[in-house]
Nanobody, 123 residues
Framework: QVQLVESGGGSVQAGGSLRLSCVAS????????MGWFRRAPGEQREGVAGIYLITGKTKYADSVKGRFTISQDNAKNTVYLQMNSLKPEDTAMYYCAADPVCVGGLFGVYNYWGQGTQVTASS
């Protein structure tokens, strides 16, 4: 089992920045990938960014390319999402996810999920 705890959400003005953190604990040695997803009210959950933990290869949603950066600190079992130039449409609950197999790629199937952290960008 793997436990994920997100932090770093908050409210900012449009154009501002936030950094989300996701700390993994438990059986983390077998993890293959981690990702960030978000769900806005009335919308479906969407993949934002993901990273393969061995190769460091990343993937981003088109809507966040050039503004968001996913990174990892293996010593701390932590994945970060640096979010710059935030827009009101980035407002959502952000969830961290992890999986050992990564079926379907970085925006595919994840078995472990955190509780989420709210991000609000106001105009």
């Amino acid at each position: 089992q793997v436990q994920l705890v997100e932090s770093g959400g908050g409210s900012v003005q449009a154009g501002g920045s936030l950094r989300l953190s996701c700390v993994a604990s438990g059986d983390t040695n077998g993890l293959g990938c981690m990702g960030w997803f978000r769900r806005a009210p009335g919308e479906q959950r969407e993949g934002v960014a993901g990273i393969y933990l061995i190769t460091g290869k990343t993937k981003y949603a088109d809507s966040v390319k050039g503004r968001f950066t996913i990174s990892q600190d293996n010593a701390k079992n932590t994945v970060y999402l640096q979010m710059n130039s935030l827009k009101p449409e980035d407002t959502a609950m952000y969830y961290c996810a992890a999986d050992p197999v990564c079926v379907g790629g970085l925006f595919g199937v994840y078995n472990y999920w955190g509780q989420g952290t709210q991000v609000t960008a106001s105009s």
